[in-house]
């Protein structure tokens, strides 16, 4: 029998497709309370440790909607699945890149009110098999009266296991955030620490040349991508301030931090080569 609304916990959990070295830099940017644990082959998992939709004023939705766009631009080669949930609803927000936030939602005893549209579009982002992994999604979208909010997520989870995703044990969706956070500490997640924006630009950095994305870092394309950041953040900075949204506010002054950074990261790399190179002129 399905628990009454009222008894309903809230929560919620982002799934990063990525291992956990690659994310930590941009989490910490948040500035959140937050547990990073790998959720297996290329997947990590972040767990609020926090509960700032009651504190803040905002739903759990709005909430995790600005941290997965923030993490999502921030990293711009992973996708970020936030999954949520509240007494009346749950659902899921995937951010990918600078491209709109895909989401679907259902009512607390299961029933859909998303767009199927949406789901496929999820299917086709996260490169699921567009025969088998469809088909495994498309009773998530039908009616199916013995299964509420909670199984309709585990059932999303249970698809992504098929391109990877393994949820450290015990770590359910639907549970309560004080549960998932000693679970995850059980399991031996780490405690993200804000280490002030020296640190934590630094280990961005060093994360991102390691990585695939090291050649745009610097050059022509790196002042492009540094440049569309910062068209991008000013006016999302301004609109959630002026809705006193925090996280689409959080989500432009990352994109603004990340433009004017890699402009300045551009140019002083590029002087050190011009001094590293030692000609001089006449």
Known sequence: MNATSGSRPVGALLLCRAEPAAVRPPAQLLREQLLLAP???????????G???????EPVERVVTGWATALAVSAASWPVLALWWDADRAG???A????RTVGYTWLADGTPVGEDEAMRTFAARLAL?????VQALEPLTEPDRDADARTRLVGLTAVLARVGL????GLTPGDSA??????ALAQGAEELEWSGWRDAVRAELDAVEGGRLGPYLRGPRARLLCAVQLGAGLPLFAWGLARRSGGWTTAGALLVGHGALGLVYDRLRGGSHEWAGGGSGP
């Open 166 to 169: 393994e949820l450290p044990t």
């Open 96 to 99: 990918a890149g600078f491209r």
């Open 178 to 183: 004080d549960r998932l956070r000693s679970v």
């Open 39 to 49: 959720a297996g082959a290329d997947w990590s998992v972040l767990v609020p440790e």
């Open 51 to 57: 509960k700032p939709w009651l504190h803040g004023g």
């Open 92 to 94: 899921f927000i995937l």
């Open 129 to 133: 098999d567009p025969v088998l992994d």
